[in-house]
C-alpha cells in the first residue's frame, strides 16, 4: 500500500497498481451521490476467513495516511508537484531506458492503439499525441515522458516512439497489432536495463537521500517542523527502494521507520522541495518496478549508504523534538538498513565492481552514519559494517573512528 501511494501521483494510477501489485481493492461509494467514491478497503486474494472470502482491511486501518481522503490531500496539495529543481531531475539516459522498458511493456500487454495509451497513462507515463495536418482526427505519431523529467524551462521532455527504438514507432505498432494486414505478431517483451542504466537510477536516489539528510539536519538545529515532509517522504522511499531491490532487510526498515516518519494525527506536512524531489526520486524508481536485474554494484551500495544517513539524520530530528519512540523507530530502521547493506557488499566484491570510489558514492554524512552508529547490545556481532567501499584489508589494527553516541 505505501508502495502503490509513493509511486501513484493520481487516484487512478494508485489503484492500478496495486492491481499490478496483486492486492484486490474494494471501492466504498457514497449512499448521497452514489458515483462517489468515499473510501476504500484491500486484501490479497489467498487471505481469506472460514467462508472462503477475502478478508478486507480499510486503508485507516493500516495507517493513518492511507485513507483515501487523505491520500486525496497528498496527491493535490499544493506545492506537491514533482518537478525537479535545476540539475536534480534523472539523466536523459536513464529516462529514456525507463521509457523504453514501459512503452515496451505497455506495447506487449495491449490489443489496440487505444488500450496501448490508456496502459500507459495508467502507469503514470506522460502522452502526447501528434495529429495529422491534413486530417486533424488522424493520429499520426505520439511522444512518452517521465513525470518530473523536465528542461531547463520546466516542460516536460519529450521522447518519441522512434527514439526509444525503432520497433516503437507508431506504424509498426499497428503492424504488430494488426497481423491479419501485412503486419506481424512480434511480441518482444520487456527490455532489459543495462548495468549503467540502473547504476543511473540508483545514483540518482541516491543524490536525493543525500539532500534529503542534509536538510533535515540543519532543520533539526533551527527548525524541526521545516523537516516534517522530507521525514515524511523517506518513509515512501524506502518502501519503494525495497520493492524494486526485492531485499527482506530493507522491507523491515521501511516498516520500522513508518513510525518516525508520522506526523501528529495523521496530518500532511507542509511539500517542500526536498520532499518533492525526494518523491520525484521514488516515483522514477516505482515507474520501473522490480524489472532492475540481479546483482549488486557501488550504486547500489551507495544508495543504502545514503539511506542510512537519512534515518540517522531524522532519529536526531526526532531526538531534538523530544519524541523518544520515533527516534528509536528512526534507529531501528537505520539497523536494518545496515543488514541490508551486508548481502550487497559481498556481491558486489564477488564480481569485482569496487575497486575505487565513483561518482554517486555514499556521501561523507553517509560514511559517518555508517561509522558512528551504535551497534545494539543483542548482536551476536559487528551489524553495522563499513560498507563505504569493499575491498581486502590488510592486516594490521583498523583505522580510528569517531565516538559513537552515549547511550
Not at 21 to 27: D, E, H
Not at 173 to 190: C, E, F, K, S
Request: net charge positive.
Amino acid at each position: 500500500m505505501s508502495a502503490a501511494a509513493a509511486g501513484a501521483r493520481t487516484e487512478q494510477e494508485f489503484f492500478a497498481r496495486l492491481a499490478g501489485a496483486g492486492v484486490v481493492a474494494r471501492l466504498r461509494y457514497s449512499t448521497t451521490n452514489p458515483g462517489e467514491v468515499t473510501g476504500y478497503a484491500v486484501g490479497l486474494p489467498q487471505h481469506t476467513g472460514k467462508d472462503g472470502g477475502i478478508i478486507w482491511y480499510g486503508g485507516g486501518k493500516l495507517a493513518a495516511d492511507l485513507t483515501l481522503p487523505k491520500l486525496r490531500a497528498r496527491w493535490t496539495a499544493p506545492g506537491t508537484d514533482d518537478s525537479p529543481l535545476p540539475g536534480q531531475g534523472p539523466s536523459p539516459a536513464a529516462a529514456r531506458a525507463v521509457l523504453r522498458n514501459m512503452v515496451t511493456g505497455a506495447a506487449d500487454a495491449a490489443r489496440d492503439e487505444a488500450g496501448f495509451f490508456a496502459r500507459l497513462r495508467a502507469d503514470g507515463v506522460l502522452v502526447r499525441l501528434r495529429f495529422s495536418e491534413i486530417n486533424p482526427g488522424q493520429v499520426t505519431g505520439y511522444s512518452v515522458g517521465l513525470p518530473g523529467h523536465a528542461g531547463e524551462d520546466g516542460e516536460p521532455l519529450w521522447y518519441g516512439g522512434g527514439r526509444l527504438s525503432e520497433g516503437l514507432t507508431l506504424p509498426r505498432l499497428r503492424r504488430r497489432w494488426n497481423p491479419g494486414r501485412g503486419g506481424t505478431a512480434d511480441h518482444r517483451g520487456a527490455f532489459r536495463f543495462t548495468v549503467p542504466e540502473r547504476d543511473a537510477f540508483y545514483a540518482h536516489a541516491a543524490r536525493q537521500a543525500e539532500v534529503a539528510a542534509e536538510h533535515i539536519r540543519r532543520c533539526a538545529a533551527g527548525g524541526p517542523a521545516q523537516a516534517a515532509d522530507a521525514a515524511w517522504a523517506a518513509a515512501d522511499t524506502l518502501h519503494v527502494a525495497a520493492r524494486a531491490l526485492g531485499n527482506p532487510a530493507l522491507r523491515r526498515a521501511a516498516d520500522s521507520y513508518d513510525r518516525a516518519a508520522r506526523a501528529g494525527y495523521g496530518r500532511i506536512p507542509q511539500p517542500t522541495g526536498e520532499g518533492r524531489q525526494l518523491r520525484a526520486a521514488e516515483r522514477l524508481m516505482a515507474l520501473i518496478g522490480g524489472n532492475l536485474g540481479d546483482g549488486a554494484t557501488l550504486a547500489t551500495i551507495a544508495l543504502i549508504a545514503n539511506l542510512v544517513a537519512l534515518a540517522v539524520a531524522v532519529a536526531e530530528l526526532r531526538e531534538a523534538q523530544q519524541h523518544a519512540a520515533q527516534a528509536s523507530a528512526a534507529r531501528a530502521a537505520a539497523e536494518h538498513l545496515h543488514a541490508a547493506s551486508g548481502p550487497a557488499r559481498t556481491s558486489a566484491a564477488q564480481f569485482g565492481q569496487a575497486r575505487a570510489p565513483q561518482p554517486g558514492g555514499p556521501s561523507a554524512a553517509a560514511r559517518v552514519a555508517l561509522g558512528d552508529f551504535p551497534v545494539p547490545a543483542r548482536a551476536r556481532g559487528p551489524v553495522l559494517l563499513d560498507i563505504a567501499w569493499p575491498r581486502p584489508r590488510p592486516g594490521g589494527p583498523l583505522p580510528p573512528r569517531r565516538a559513537g553516541p552515549a547511550r
